[in-house]
Structures are given as C-alpha cells and as structure tokens.
C-alpha cells in the first residue's frame, strides 16, 4: 500500500512536470506572443498625462519604449513586416512624447 | 497695321487666359475636394488606379487621433507607405475595412484589399478611383445637408457639427486603440503676430487635444518645449509646416484669418 502511494505520488508528479510543463509553456508561448503588445497599451497609455509625469516616471517610459522598439525589430512571422512598420511609428509617437515632456520639465 | 495690332492683342488675351485656368493663381479646391488626399505608393505600378480618400467622410465619424495616432497613418499622403499587405493583416485601412465592422447607420464595411477580389472587382474601384468616373456611395451634398456652414474649406464648420452632435466622432477601436486616461488639456495661449496690426493669434489647447491628443503635434509638428521657442512664419505655415499641416489640406483653411486671429486690436 506504501509503494503504490509512493508510487502514484511519483507518477502524479512525472505527470504533472511533463504535462504541466508542456501546457505552462504552450500558454507562455502563446502569449509571449502578445506581450510586447501588452507592454505597449502599457506604456503609451500615459500620454494623456505626460506632463504631470515625474522626471522619474517619463525617463521610465522612455527606457521602456526602448527596448519594446528593440523587440519590435526582432519581430519574425507572417505579419512581421506590417506589425514592424505600424508599432515602430505608434511607440516612437509616445516616446518622443515623453522625451518632449521630459525636456519640458528639466528645463522649466 | 491694324490687322497686325489686333493679331498682338488677341494672342495676349488667349496666353493671359490660359495662365488664369492653369497656373499663376492656385485654384482653390471645391467643397468636396477639400481635404483630398490620392495615395500612389505602388498602385500604378500594380496596374490598378491610385487611392481617393475623402477626409470629410472618414472625419464625420472618426477623431484624427484614431487614424493618425492609434492607426497609425502618416500626416502627410504616402508617407505611410500602405500596402496591400498590410490592409489584408488587418492594419491601416484594413483595421476598419475588414468586413465585419458596422460604422454609419449600422452599415457593413466592405474590406480592403482581400486576397479573393480581382483587380477589377467593384469594390476595389470605392478606394482605387483616381481617374475614374466612379459613383460614391456618400454624396457630399445629401451628406453635410443642414449642417453648420463655414465659408472655406469643406463648407462645414465641423466644431459646431460636433457641438450640435450632428457629429459625434470616435475616438476608440476595441483591440486597436489603447485604453487612456482622462486627457488633463494644457492651457490656451496667446501668440503675437509678426504683421502689426494683426489680431494675436488664441491658441487653444482644449480644441486641438479633443480630437488629436498630444502626440500627433509634439513634438513632430511642434518640436520647443516653451512657448515661442519653435519660431516660424506664415510663409513657413503656407508651405505646409506648422499649423499648416493640418490647416491647408484638412482643418479649416488659412484664408480664413479670423478663426485663428481672434483677439481684438489693443
């Protein structure tokens, strides 16, 4: 009775590393996908209120823009060349935004 | 010598009347025509007729930020460098031209650009009209009838269509627009003219951020970061710079002085 207890604990466990791991990384996988996209609603979503940002806040955004722009140019896949073309112009829009209220701000 | 006199002055007249129909003076657009943008990136080249796109049907139902910002079309014609490609994954004008959204009294969009038409398919013909004799599906004067008038430009004062919410323009595509935060307006400003005598100009923060946000003017159009570092001229504004982006093909005309020179004489 020990050894099949032991013996199910280990088999649920193989199960669940195996099939658990397989399905975790399909999810991530799926959805590392979309992330750059989300990372972007994020970050440009600020550009209401870019000038009562922080110093602080908007060299954070602009840091963030860059490296989305740097994963935006590694994009590969069907739809590369158009996501490439429309994200670059809509990120760069926000972080030149920001980089404006930045100024704006270290110079006032 | 009469004959050779006579002869003089006719040839005179009809090269006098030629410049005025074709290039001395610029012709001022007609009401439908203002705001007029052809796109010819690569049609020609495909052997189908360049792009007509009407910015007063697209601006009655839409702000200028969606496209220009959240779409991602360019200020200036061809800049965007549209592809078929890129309407058939869904971007451009393909973000709304899919086939399934509903704009204008619950109308279908027809799609842009699917793989399925033939080049001579009619619904290819709605956007790729230039120089074609096609019968639009809006006409302009059934379109802005009983709408506020202005003198220039599409004839329609569009502020006072959006007060009167004869127009109510979006500002949102679920999946393609970013959820935002409240928009805080910065303040309305003065600018003085360079020409004295000339009303000082209002510059209003409010009016311009409703329908473009921020980033569509800064800093692209607009690069200082206070107020009179960016200096420019009317001359700067005529050809296109500036203001003039948007207020010699679009916005309202710069004929129109006192839509922007407001304030009265001290």
């Given amino acids: ?108 | 010598m009469k004959k050779a006199i006579f002869t003089t002055t006719l040839l005179f007249a009809i090269i006098g009347i030629a410049f005025a129909q074709n290039g001395v003076k610029k012709k001022r657009p007609l009401p439908f025509d203002f705001g007029r943008v052809v796109i010819n990136n690569y049609s020609e080249a495909s052997h189908i007729a360049p792009v007509v796109f009407d910015h007063w049907l697209h601006r009655a139902k839409f702000t200028c930020r969606l496209c220009h910002v959240d779409i991602g079309f360019a200020m200036k014609a061809g800049a965007t460098d549209i592809k078929a490609r890129d309407n058939i994954n869904g971007y451009y004008c393909g973000t709304c031209h899919d086939g399934t959204r509903r704009v204008f009294a619950d109308t279908l969009m027809f799609s842009s650009c699917k793989e399925e038409f033939a080049q001579k398919d009619e619904t290819c013909d709605r956007c790729h009209s230039s120089g074609k004799n096609v019968k639009k599906k809006y006409d302009f004067r059934e379109f802005v009838k009983g709408w506020p008038r202005e003198r220039f430009g599409n004839g329609v004062n569009w502020e006072k269509a959006e007060e009167r919410e004869l127009i109510i323009p979006y500002d949102y595509i679920e999946g393609v627009s970013i959820k935002r935060e409240k928009l805080i307006a910065q303040q309305d400003f003065k600018i003085a003219p360079k020409v004295e005598g000339m009303p000082d100009i209002i510059f209003s923060h409010e009016k311009h951020t409703l329908w473009n946000g921020c980033e569509l003017c800064h800093p692209e159009i607009f690069t200082g970061i206070k107020k009179g570092l960016t200096k420019y001229s009317m001359l700067d504004i005529y050809e296109g710079k500036y203001c003039g982006v948007c207020h010699i093909n679009v916005a309202f005309p710069l004929l129109d002085c006192q839509r922007c020179h407001t304030e009265k004489v001290q």
């Fill in chain 1, 1 to 108: 009775m020990k050894n099949f207890s032991r013996f199910t604990l280990l088999s649920l466990l193989f199960l669940y590393l195996f099939f658990g791991n397989c399905i975790v990384g399909n999810f991530s996988s799926v959805y590392a996908q979309d992330d750059w996209k989300q990372e972007y609603s994020s970050v440009c979503a600020k550009t209401q209120n870019a000038m009562i940002l922080t110093p602080e806040e908007l060299k954070s955004y602009i840091d963030r823009c860059d490296k989305l722009l740097a994963l935006i140019n590694e994009l590969e896949g069907e739809q590369a060349a158009t996501e490439k073309k429309v994200y670059t112009k809509r990120v760069k829009m926000c972080r030149e935004l920001y980089q404006f209220a930045l100024e704006y701000k270290e110079h006032k």
